[in-house]
């Protein structure tokens, strides 16, 4: 059983040790890639990320991942219009997915970042490419403010 963890112990560590986790994770049929599920299927653990206790009753289940971390989710797709509120904002289990596992243990600090138009490969892509990085650059300056993610000492 220790052996079959170590990975998974590995994973944990590293994600208890991180303040902002970037998560790369492109739109493979409407969700996110079976290796990205294989990692959050690694680092959701009872006992070191959420807690379970059945003599709690009806909700035995809580975060056990410290407050004050971030996570950003960079993702791409090749047709357009996945974003809130857009016309197949309903077919878009990426962001979702993602975010549900991790508010589950803790993380509830999440922003998006997304590049459209990929199977286009026209000038939409490149626009859309060049809307990201513009998002990117304006997240790193507010994440990189001591006080937008500060902790106790
Ligand atoms: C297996 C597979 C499934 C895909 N499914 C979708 C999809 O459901 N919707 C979509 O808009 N794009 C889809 N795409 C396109 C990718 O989201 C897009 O090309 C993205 O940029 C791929 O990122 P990557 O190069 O990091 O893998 C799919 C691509 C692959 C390889």
């Known amino acids: 059983m220790g ?12 994600l208890l040790s991180a303040d902002i ?4 994770v492109p739109m493979y049929n409407f969700g996110m890639p ?4 294989a990692y959050i299927d690694n680092i959701v653990r009872v006992g070191r990320t959420f807690g379970f206790d059945r003599s709690r009753g009806d909700v035995p289940y ?19 219009d996945y974003g809130p509120g857009r016309r197949l904002a309903h077919m ?10 991790f508010a589950y243990i803790g993380i509830t600090d999440v ?19 060049a809307t990201a990085e513009e998002a990117v650059d304006k997240l790193v300056r507010k994440l990189a403010r001591p006080e937008a993610h500060a902790t106790a000492a």
């Open 34 to 37: 079976a290796q990205f599920k």
């Open 62 to 80: 809580w975060p056990l991942v410290p407050e004050g971390k971030t996570l950003v989710i960079l993702s791409a797709r090749g047709d357009y």
């Open 3 to 14: 052996e079959a963890l170590a990975e998974s112990d590995e994973l944990v560590d590293e």
């Open 111 to 129: 922003h998006r970042i997304a590049i459209e138009y990929d199977e286009f490969a026209d000038q939409r892509l490149r626009a859309s490419i």
């Open 21 to 24: 986790i970037v998560a790369g």
């Open 92 to 101: 878009n289990h990426v962001e979702p997915g993602v975010e549900t596992p």
